[in-house]
């Protein structure tokens, strides 16, 4: 492999390339979990007097997430590709649609998104209703392995969505793209909010988790999330992506099930 090749694999041309837009990217990526921290943590916040134990409104906090996501996904996708997640990174570095330097910009700019938005909640919320400002925890019933089970299907799963709905040989699946990954946050949330606070996101916990200053277990969203999102890039690019667009068809139907509906037609 030759020096350019290398530096084309690890990025380094996108650093020295003014028209790269890796700076207006790391931007995008740095406001999108800015607004997801922010907007998804102050729904688990409560300003009312409510008793100890009361669980949380979870419709609420799931429905919050996910229409951030699409929120985010929607106004800032065209930027830099919409991934405010290291798991889905992780995913596209692993399968080579983003460079390696680039990928490694990303979660940086999404962890330092993330700790702003969750300081700009505590420096809005009042201190006696801040709790933990929205931070994920696992269960006490659930054991760290359990937790980062759970978290490696939350990851799996939104992964192989956005894979499937950014495929460039299923080009009519870009136009609900943003609305499919919101609602699969929200599907995350409203599964797994009880077992481990459904982080979805090693971002998120991060972010909350440095500006409540509680690690436990913090490991698990690192952990579980990425793998999962590793593994269902690697299924989908060698398993599940679609044919080239001229071979493409939605809906597969076999020649003699059509020949029937035609002749059912003519007998009418």
Not at 92 to 115: D, E, H, N, P
Request: aromatic letters at 8%; hydrophobic letters at 50%; one cysteine or more.
């Amino acid at each position: 492999m030759s020096g350019s090749s290398i530096k084309i694999n690890l990025g380094v041309n996108e650093l020295q390339d003014s028209k790269s837009g890796l700076g207006k990217a790391l931007l995008a990526e740095l406001v999108g979990n800015l607004l997801l921290n922010f907007f998804g943590c102050l729904s688990c916040v409560s300003l009312l007097d409510v008793p100890a134990g009361t669980p949380p409104n979870i419709v609420l906090i799931a429905f919050t997430f996910g229409l951030v996501i699409f929120t985010a996904v929607q106004a800032l996708g065209h930027v830099s590709g919409g991934h405010f997640n290291p798991a889905v990174t992780v995913g596209m570095l692993a399968t080579g649609k983003v460079s390696i330097i680039r990928g490694i910009f990303y979660i940086v700019a999404q962890c330092i998104g993330a700790i702003s938005g969750s300081l700009i909640l505590k420096a809005l919320t009042p201190v006696d209703k801040q709790g933990n400002l929205g931070l994920t925890t696992l269960n006490p019933s659930l054991t760290p392995a359990q937790g980062m089970g759970i978290e490696f299907f939350l990851g799996f799963v939104l992964v192989l969505v956005i894979f499937g709905v950014c495929d460039s040989n299923k080009p009519h699946a870009r136009a609900p793209a943003a609305l499919a990954i919101g609602l699969t946050v929200a599907l995350g949330h409203l599964a797994a909010i009880d077992f481990t606070g459904a982080s979805m996101n090693p971002a998120r916990t991060f972010g909350s988790a440095v500006v409540a200053n509680i690690w436990t277990d913090h490991w698990v969203y690192w952990a579980g999330p990425s793998l999962g999102g590793l593994v269902a890039s690697l299924l989908y690019t060698y398993l599940f992506l679609a044919p080239s667009i001229g071979e493409y068809s939605p809906v597969l139907v076999e020649d003699k099930e059509m020949k029937r509906l035609n002749k059912d037609d003519n007998m009418a």
